[in-house]
């Protein structure tokens, strides 16, 4: 489980900026407007080796609500995730009340804050670090997050305040899977519903389960772990998307997992914020099963499931290769076509390809459909190897990976699914010039 940081502050002093240098690629959307909204909040960081977790808390939207209480929200939510808090201040500014009102909200807890003075872009703005020493805390780090300065003494600093965080080690055989969703699809009704009795608080009111909470069970001579990730739990009124940060107690689920269930509202349909949650999963390279729960509460005919299919299909295109299950977790009814998928989907995350029968299936299907001109050159394929699993990770060794195009990677992952069962599980596909 990877030690969470969460970068905190008022609006439109740097901190989506600052967030997509630290991870390397723009992520959260950057507008130069106080209460931008954000794609997304949530990104694995490393400096020097450490690994982190990294929490974007911008995305305030200003509306008629006090301008303090929607910061005290934003504050909150990050103070109940984080380890380890980097509050972000603008030098330009200099110290104001928003700033203040977020340091007394910071002063409660026992998280380590680190202070992080953004917009230190020339010596005039280092010298206004000074006044930031009335916030309280340690040394105030300045950064410029236009041009990178900074960020090397920001990142050191993070990475020695982070808290040791230890894993629950299982056995390689035994299959751990989490359930994952937006609150109230009925998450905790599942993870009952297959233990077969009430191991977790249930509840209609969305948000109930705070924590990640781990079961072990054993069902037809095999082992399971089975991982009910929290909903977002409701403190006052949260004016951001609330659906938004229900996905962070989820994420350290994500990555103890095997298997990823994501598990959607049938009542409700398929709405932006499942693909949203679903992409978390398919980003941290987890085998993957679509569960459509509240099958009893809608009305059905012969066409109803096909439906459901076929629109699963067209709005998770990334998902292509899971397993789709429907159950009603409220009357226990089609719960065991669960694990037929999650057996199947552990067994492909787990498949390995032997190397001389590799190289027939793809090198025989590269000279029958070479691969197109792109940058300026023709790509060769000179030899392919499987290099671990969970997930299936292959790299070919070519000319130049300059020359590979996007669709000749999907055309090798199409090759590699047609010959070999990797249903339920992703592929990784890396390109490396042959030495």
């Known amino acids: 489980m990877l030690p969470v940081v969460a970068i905190v502050g008022r609006p439109n002093c740097g901190k989506s900026t600052i967030f997509n240098r630290i991870i390397g690629e723009r992520l959260s959307i950057v507008e130069d407007v106080p209460g931008v909204t954000r794609d997304r909040i949530y990104a694995k960081a490393e400096w020097l080796g450490t690994k982190f977790n990294l929490i974007d808390t911008g995305g305030i939207d200003i509306g008629d609500e006090p301008y303090l209480s929607q910061?005290?929200?934003?504050?909150?939510?990050?103070?109940?995730?984080?380890?380890l808090i980097v509050l972000v201040c603008n030098a330009r500014d200099g110290v104001t009340q928003a700033d203040e009102y977020v340091t007394k909200l910071?002063?409660?807890?026992?998280?380590?804050?680190?202070?992080?003075?953004?917009?230190?872009?020339?010596i005039s703005y280092k010298e206004r670090l000074y006044e930031f020493y009335s916030l309280g805390f340690d040394e105030p780090i300045g950064v410029s997050s236009l041009h990178g300065i900074g960020f090397g003494d920001m990142l050191d600093a993070i990475i020695s305040n982070l808290p040791e965080k230890k894993d629950v080690i299982y056995a390689e055989n035994i299959i751990k899977f989490s359930l994952i969703g937006r609150p109230n699809?009925?998450?905790s009704s599942l993870t009952n519903a297959i233990l077969g009795e009430e191991r977790v608080i249930v509840s209609d009111i969305a948000?109930?389960?705070?924590?990640a909470i781990d079961t072990k069970f054993t069902k037809d001579e095999r082992d399971y772990v089975v991982i009910d990730t929290a909903g977002m739990r409701k403190k006052g009124k949260v004016y951001e998307n609330t659906e938004k940060y229900s996905v962070l107690r989820a994420m350290s689920a994500i990555d103890r997992s095997d298997v990823c269930i994501v598990v959607l509202n049938a009542q409700e349909g398929i709405i932006e914020y499942d693909k949203a949650i679903a992409g978390y999963a398919h980003d941290a390279h987890k085998a993957i099963i679509i569960c459509v729960n509240k099958w009893d509460a809608i009305d059905k005919d012969d066409k109803t499931m096909n439906k459901w299919v076929e629109d699963i299909r067209k709005e998770f295109l990334f998902l292509d290769y899971c397993f789709i299950t429907f159950v009603s977790a409220k009357e226990n009814k089609r719960v065991h076509t669960l694990f037929e998928p999650i057996l199947k989907s552990f067994e492909n995350y787990n498949r390995r390809i032997a190397t001389n029968v590799l190289n027939d299936t793809i090198l025989d299907a590269a000279m029958l459909n070479p691969a197109p001109t792109h940058n300026g050159g023709k790509l060769k394929l000179y030899y392919v190897?499987?290099?671990?699993?969970?997930?299936?990770?292959?790299?070919?060794?070519?000319?130049?990976?300059?020359?590979?195009?996007?669709?000749?990677v999907r055309f090798i992952d199409n090759q590699l699914r047609k010959n070999f069962n990797f249903e339920g599980s992703p592929i990784r596909i890396i390109a490396r010039i042959r030495e």
Not at 71 to 83: G, T, V
Not at 207 to 211: A, E, N, S, Y
Request: hydrophobic share 35%.
């Open 71 to 83: 910061i005290k929200n934003q504050a909150e939510i990050a103070i109940n995730e984080a380890d």
């Open 106 to 122: 910071l002063y409660k807890t026992n998280k380590h804050v680190i202070l992080v003075v953004n917009k230190v872009d020339d």
């Open 185 to 187: 699809v009925g998450k």
């Open 207 to 211: 948000g109930t389960t705070r924590d």
């Open 385 to 408: 190897t499987q290099v671990t699993t969970k997930p299936p990770t292959f790299v070919i060794f070519v000319n130049n990976p300059d020359f590979l195009h996007f669709s000749y």
